[in-house]
């Protein structure tokens, strides 16, 4: 299988670790509950098709990246580098110091 | 030594000036350059080569190719010996020693030959019906027997002296087969300026060009060959690559292949490898890879002397071989008829022409040309012999059996494409009734396939096909086509068939899949008892499951099938195949990948300084790290670490630490983001100073730990486990661009610019203070517990000094520039001399750290909280961080989980064992009783026994009890006492030295 | 207790390079030819720089009005005087200097721009030219290294037999094809295995640059 990493290029899927479901956002901050930690954490849909997955480029340039793969085929319609996205909740949450 | 005498007086693609000595079954033989084994044997007269797996029947040749069943040989000898060698692919070298294989004493006399007689017992499913009671019979005695009756020969047992190699490849078009369609289509592409990589297994290129005489352009096809290689080898972007197999289709046009590259030597060449694995990128990849032809099923069609008619041709027309001197043809279709015409221009006798079609007065004509008797409409029932054969009897079209003596019986029954490729990613072929064959239907993404391949048979369509589908993939790729060239003619052909796959009624054993010994009394009995689905045929009977994959039966066994259930052929199931095409040795996929090199091997930049002094050393993840230093007359490990413990407790002792993560960490945010990945607290941690940090798993257990220092307002040196440094640095990666993108941060791994030496005990610091440059106070006041600041050492060299511990000592880590760590190491081994100073190794390291109840890899394995491992005022309730909420989960905070503690034997003298499972005294040693388990164990020289950490349910509230540590892998059973996990100096006075 | 120990001056502080105990300058391999000429390199300062939420432009701007060279934005190596910039991902680049004069007093100046961490001894580094070197790398790089594929001035992050690398191509020299590797320094040893195993056939010229 072959990833285009948006920086390096075409390359190997050997050059990435996968971790999984990329949309699943972490509920940040002291009032985040129990059960929406939980939510995040553990569940996962698992479709036989079009799936956005986040994918390590750990031989290449560190980018984590959202590569959106058919499940059924591997064929890749999309590969984008993850700190581009929106900030998620975090943003939302996340008080600086 | 005799001459070959069926070798033909002229012709072939061999060199005849160039004869090739060789042995089969220690018997000497000559052959030509361009011949293969079998070609080599068959020349020689030599047409008994193996038995058979299951009933040891004679077998002989075949086929001429890749699909070969029955010729399996042994090749070579010694740690170089390799099994199930096809001979049909194996090309004769001079002084090659090749042997018959899965025979007993002999070839000729095999003795389980026997298994014929009793083979109603080995039917299909024998296995689960014969051998199922009494249980303990299989191991002893069913097995044993089975195994030595069946087998496909003997591996080396030895290791493989050669080396293999891998490689990549990338091109805009890979042409698959150098047959006509093949090189049609890597000549337009390359004419184009694509970057072409055409490959082909055989090590003569020209797929059935070699074996067939044909006409393309008016000219004799193997001059149109000739010159077609000419100008293939002219074009710099064209790479060609004989004796190699692409094997698999893989995921986005990348493909498997491996390069014989010395298979056809005695041995590889200085420098080379045996084989290359080749992994090739292709933008576009054109399967030429042509199609195989089918045998029929009838009794006795495994006897050596049947061949495919096909295989025939190639043994005359490429080999100079005549296989027989009384030949027999048996065909279903046009193409057998080619056979008889070869048998015959080359001079051979061919005594009939069985066509299972009716009569016909072309036909007919050209059979009496050849001189042979024509039974149209007629089938071969059986043929017969000892171990070749001697004769067969046919049937004609009113029924009469007549019986006709011959030494060879050429049969056709069509051919099949070679789609394998088409369907390594779950393609279905799809049944062409026109054809009788199945042909490629949906194609893998960048994949065309031409000629034969595509069931598209003759000449003329290969060379058409080949070149479109080459200026095809050269646009696809993004290249300029130049125009079409004009079609080549051919000359004439016709491919009318009418297949039969088996035919009843003869007195024998019928094979569908000859290396399995599969019959169509087998496929049969499996319709009879259900086994009807292709998939449970396959299970059932074993066919298509040997080292052939089926591909001379699947078809068959699918057509009896479809016969004995009253279905059409594609309503039967069609044939799938996973890579790999044909076998591939391991040694290929592994490339430069084992022993030493299974994986690289990480080493300190003070590893060689370990050497001179001794070190045992061990594998700790990637890296090499010392282990123990033993000296001379030391003959224990133990004796060696409690020496190097000692000296740590009493004077001083040098350990390389090296090997940690180290991780730089920049940016305005830099303290926020670890308040997040750390349970505990770091705002207030001052410039100049380290902390201990624990890192969770978002599911709320313990990930990793270490000391990270601050070295600025906004910088941050983190530390991690050797083991998980990798791991680390990608979870904050993950943490800083996936969950957290707009805090101010910068990360890089600096492990690799650092070599770290701890230096720890009473001595250190004098230790330390005639290494570090003057101006550095290094006092108590000045350099205080967890200060962590850079110096200098050496007169300016730019160092960073921590002032932490791991053992409970007095003890620093020193860490400079890389190039300057094994200059380090003795700078300090010389400054410390006066002290004894004493290198240790990581089971000193453990044995300190275990009497101070640090936690380390065995404890922080995955599946404990810090609550567990007594860290839990560690997590920090001020703030949100990685494993927060899921650390606070009830089941977790539940009192009964197992909770780290001390454990010593009650008995001094007895000695504990990690892994040991804790059990109330008196309860008996099973699952309900177990409480925990040791996770640590070491010998203290300190307190003189045995002391060790554990898992064990209530934890510090059991102080003082006693249970059972029961160990039954290593017959241990002790009594211990569950004690505090800080068994030296629990005050920490050692510390402050 | 009194610091009475060893004098510090007496030490001798002799730096050991990235490739000692992996190997050394000499030949291997096929003999009577040199298909590969390998160069290894010391002697060199490197850093990481990386530049922070939108500091690219300064930090760019101050190596240029420093050094004369620009950052690159993609994969490639940018050549100057004395100093080579080579892109290593997202606002991150290697600085490399020819030599360690002033080298120290360089990265704090462009700290007030970027994360600045010293790698200078992280790095076993090697040049690799000679008519056969592409055929060296197509058993290791998992790259298409064809000339049109792979232009002068490109550089890549990737591995080599499990080993990270940081590799790019340097202008065709009078031997042929000119590459540099970086290699992480723990594994020098490992990668060597897999380069001397793959030059062989082709002969190979090691010298210390």
Same mark, same amino acid.
């Not at chain 2, 070579?76 to 004769?92: D, H, Q, Y």
């Not at chain 2, 034969?452 to 080949?466: V, Y």
């Not at chain 2, 453990?846 to 101070?852: A, D, H, M, W, Y």
């Not at chain 3, 197509?138 to 990270?164: N, Q, Y």
């Given at each position: ?11 190997? $899927?050997?050059?990435?670790?996968? /971790? ?5 956002? +972490?509920?940040?901050?002291? @009032? =985040?509950?129990?059960? *929406? ?21 750990? $031989?290449?340039?560190?980018?984590? /990246? ?5 499940? +059924?085929?591997?064929?890749? @319609? =999309?590969?984008?580098? *993850? ?15 | ?9 002229s012709g072939g693609l061999i060199d005849r000036g160039h ?13 030509y350059a361009g011949d293969t084994?079998?070609s ?24 001429a190719g ?23 692919v194996?090309e004769l070298f ?75 490849a990338f091109c805009d078009v890979l042409v698959i087969g150098a047959g006509p369609a093949g090189l049609s289509a890597a000549l337009a592409a390359g004419r184009s300026g694509a970057r072409v990589i055409l490959c082909d297994e055989d090590f003569r290129l020209g797929g059935r060009l070699l074996a067939e005489r044909r006409e393309i352009g008016g000219r004799p096809g193997s001059e149109w060959l000739a010159a077609t290689l000419a100008e293939l080898a002219s074009l710099p972007e064209v790479r060609i690559m004989p004796r190699t197999t692409v ?10 292949a491996?390069e014989r590259v010395a298979?056809h030597l ?10 290359r694995?080749w992994?090739i990128?292709a933008?576009r990849a054109i399967l030429a890879a042509g ?22 041709r190639s043994?005359?027309n490429r080999h100079g ?127 065309a396939?031409a000629g034969s391949a595509?069931?598209?048979?003759t000449l003329a369509q290969a060379l058409e096909d080949g070149a479109r589908l080459g200026r095809e993939a050269t646009a696809?790729a993004?290249l300029a086509a130049k125009p079409a060239e004009p079609t080549l003619t051919t000359d004439?052909e ?500 | ?130 008519s056969q070197?592409r055929k060296?790398?197509a ?7 064809h000339p049109a ?61």
């Amino acid at each position: 299988m072959r990833i285009t990493c948006p920086h390096c290029g075409a390359r190997d $899927a050997q050059e990435f670790s996968y /971790l999984g479901a990329a949309d699943p956002k +972490r509920p940040d901050g002291m @009032a =985040a509950s129990a059960a *929406a930690m939980a939510e995040y954490v553990y569940q996962r849909d698992n479709p036989a098709g079009r799936h956005r997955e986040l994918w390590y480029h750990g $031989a290449g340039c560190h980018a984590w /990246l959202v590569v959106t793969r058919d499940t +059924r085929t591997h064929a890749i @319609a =999309a590969v984008e580098v *993850a700190k581009a996205r929106k900030a998620g909740a975090a943003a939302k949450v996340g008080a600086k110091a | 030594m005799s001459a070959q005498p069926f070798r033909l007086a002229s012709g072939g693609l061999i060199d005849r000036g160039h004869q090739l000595e060789f042995s089969f079954d220690g018997t000497s033989y000559r052959g030509y350059a361009g011949d293969t084994l079998a070609s080599a044997l068959l020349a020689n007269g030599v047409r008994l080569v193996g038995r058979s797996f299951k009933y040891h029947r004679p077998r002989g040749i075949l086929s001429a190719g890749p699909e070969e069943p029955n010729a399996l040989v042994e090749l070579r000898s010694g740690a170089r010996r390799e099994p199930n060698s096809r001979a049909t692919v194996v090309e004769l070298f001079a002084g090659l020693a090749a042997s018959s294989q899965n025979r007993w004493p002999s070839l000729a006399f095999d003795l389980l030959s026997l298994n014929g007689l009793v083979s109603p017992a080995l039917v299909a499913g024998f296995y689960y019906k014969t051998f199922m009671w009494p249980a303990s019979f299989w191991e002893k005695l069913y097995e044993p027997l089975i195994r030595r009756a069946a087998g496909l020969g003997r591996a080396a047992g030895a290791e493989d002296p050669d080396h293999y190699e891998k490689a990549f490849a990338f091109c805009d078009v890979l042409v698959i087969g150098a047959g006509p369609a093949g090189l049609s289509a890597a000549l337009a592409a390359g004419r184009s300026g694509a970057r072409v990589i055409l490959c082909d297994e055989d090590f003569r290129l020209g797929g059935r060009l070699l074996a067939e005489r044909r006409e393309i352009g008016g000219r004799p096809g193997s001059e149109w060959l000739a010159a077609t290689l000419a100008e293939l080898a002219s074009l710099p972007e064209v790479r060609i690559m004989p004796r190699t197999t692409v094997f698999g289709l893989y995921d986005h046009g990348v493909y498997g292949a491996v390069e014989r590259v010395a298979d056809h030597l005695p041995e590889p060449p200085a420098h080379q490898p045996r084989q290359r694995g080749w992994r090739i990128h292709a933008r576009r990849a054109i399967l030429a890879a042509g199609a195989l032809e089918r045998p029929i099923v009838f009794a006795g069609n495994d006897l050596p002397g049947v061949m495919l008619a096909g295989a025939v041709r190639s043994y005359v027309n490429r080999h100079g071989v005549l296989p027989g001197r009384e030949s027999v043809l048996f065909t279903a279709g046009d193409d057998g008829w080619r056979t008889a015409r070869d048998i015959a221009a080359a001079g051979g006798r061919v005594a009939a022409i069985v066509d299972s079609r009716p009569d016909d007065p072309a036909r007919k004509a050209l059979a009496d040309k050849i001189g042979a008797r024509l039974f149209a409409g007629g089938a071969v029932l059986r043929a017969r012999g000892g171990r070749q054969l001697r004769a067969v009897t046919i049937r004609d079209a009113s029924g009469a059996v007549t019986e006709l003596a011959c030494d060879l019986l050429a049969v056709s029954n069509g051919w099949n494409p070679t789609l394998h490729l088409t369907s390594h990613q779950n393609g279905k072929p799809a049944w062409n009734e026109e054809l009788h064959c199945f042909v490629p239907a949906a194609l893998p993404a960048g994949l065309a396939v031409a000629g034969s391949a595509a069931g598209r048979f003759t000449l003329a369509q290969a060379l058409e096909d080949g070149a479109r589908l080459g200026r095809e993939a050269t646009a696809e790729a993004g290249l300029a086509a130049k125009p079409a060239e004009p079609t080549l003619t051919t000359d004439p052909e016709t491919n009318g068939l009418s297949p039969v796959w088996r035919v009843s009624g003869g007195k024998g054993k019928a094979f569908v899949d000859y290396q399995n010994d599969v019959t169509d009394k087998d496929v049969e009995l499996a319709a009879r008892e259900g086994f009807r689905p292709v998939e449970h045929l396959k299970r059932y009977t074993t066919l298509g499951m040997a080292t052939d994959q089926g591909k001379t039966s699947n078809l068959a066994g699918l057509a009896i099938m479809a016969e004995q259930t009253g279905r059409t052929i594609p309503q039967t199931g069609t044939t799938t195949f996973r890579p790999p095409y044909t076998p591939v040795a391991i040694g290929a996929l592994a490339g430069h990948h084992r022993g030493k090199d299974f994986r690289p091997v990480r080493l300190a930049p003070t590893h060689e300084w370990s050497k001179e002094q001794g070190a045992v050393f061990v594998e700790a993840g990637p890296w090499l790290r010392a282990q123990y230093y033993p000296k001379p007359g030391e003959t224990d490990w133990l004796t060696t670490v409690n020496r190097e413990v000692r000296a740590v407790r009493s004077s001083v002792g040098l350990c390389d630490v090296s090997t940690l993560g180290k991780i730089d960490i920049q940016g305005a945010d830099a303290a926020e983001f670890l308040e997040r990945v750390y349970s505990n607290g770091w705002k207030a941690l001052p410039v100049g100073k380290a902390r201990y940090g624990l890192m969770l798993r978002e599911d709320g257990f313990v990930m990793d730990d270490g000391t990270t220092s601050r070295l600025g307002e906004q910088h941050f040196l983190m530390t991690t486990t050797t083991a998980n440094a990798g791991k680390v640095m990608q979870h904050l990666e993950f943490c800083h661009q996936v969950l957290w993108p707009e805090l101010d941060l910068r990360m890089v791994s600096v492990s690799e610019q650092w070599a770290q030496a701890a230096i720890a005990g009473p001595k250190a610091r004098e230790t330390l203070r005639g290494v570090v440059d003057p101006e550095h106070d290094l006092s108590d006041a000045a350099f205080p517990y967890l200060a962590a600041r850079a110096v200098t050492v050496g007169g300016g060299i730019p160092a960073r000094l921590f002032r932490i511990s791991f053992s409970g000592e007095l003890a620093y880590e020193l860490a400079v520039p890389a190039d300057h760590g094994d200059a380090m190491m003795r700078g300090l081994m010389q400054a410390g001399a006066a002290f004894g100073i004493t290198p240790y190794g990581t089971e000193a390291l453990g044995v300190l750290r275990i009497e101070k109840g640090h936690v380390a890899g065995n404890e922080l394995n995955g599946q404990t909280t810090a609550r567990d491992l007594g860290l839990g005022r560690m997590m920090s309730s001020k703030k949100d961080f990685i494993g927060r909420l899921m650390a606070g989960r009830a089941a977790l905070l539940d009192q009964d989980r197992p909770a780290l503690v001390g454990f010593k034997p009650a008995e001094p003298g007895q000695r504990l064992r990690a892994g040991a499972h804790f059990i109330g005294i008196g309860r008996s040693a099973e699952m309900a009783n177990d409480e925990g388990y040791m996770t640590s164990v070491a010998y203290s020289p300190h307190l003189n026994h045995w002391i060790g950490l554990g898992l064990i349910r209530g934890g510090a509230a059991r102080i003082g009890e006693r249970v059972r540590a029961y160990d039954p892998v290593r017959n241990g059973d002790v009594v211990v006492e569950i004690c505090s996990p800080v068994f030296v100096d629990p005050e920490g006075a050692r510390l402050h030295g | 207790m009194a610091e009475t120990a060893t004098s510090p001056t007496a030490i001798a502080w002799v730096p050991r390079g990235a490739w000692s105990g992996s190997t050394r300058a000499g030949s291997f391999g096929a003999e009577g030819v040199s298909g590969i000429i390998a160069t290894l390199l010391g002697g060199f300062g490197l850093a990481t720089l990386i530049a922070g939420t939108g500091g690219a432009s300064s930090l760019s701007q101050a190596v240029e009005r420093r050094l004369g060279i620009v950052l690159p934005a993609t994969p490639r190596i940018v050549r100057g005087q004395t100093h080579d910039a080579i892109w290593s991902g997202p606002e991150q680049w290697l600085l490399r200097a020819a030599s360690r004069d002033g080298w120290s007093a360089l990265l704090g100046e462009l700290a007030a721009h970027a994360a600045v961490s010293e790698q200078s001894d992280a790095r076993a580094a090697l040049r690799l030219s000679g008519s056969q070197v592409r055929k060296v790398l197509a058993k290791g790089v998992m790259l298409d290294l064809h000339p049109a594929a792979f232009a002068v001035g490109d550089a890549a992050l990737t591995s080599i037999a499990h080993v990270g690398v940081q590799l790019w191509r340097l202008p065709d020299g009078p031997d042929g094809p000119v590459f540099e590797i970086l290699v992480a320094r723990s594994m020098a040893g490992s990668f060597w295995s897999w380069f001397s195993a793959s030059a062989a056939e082709f002969g190979c010229t090691v010298t210390a640059g």
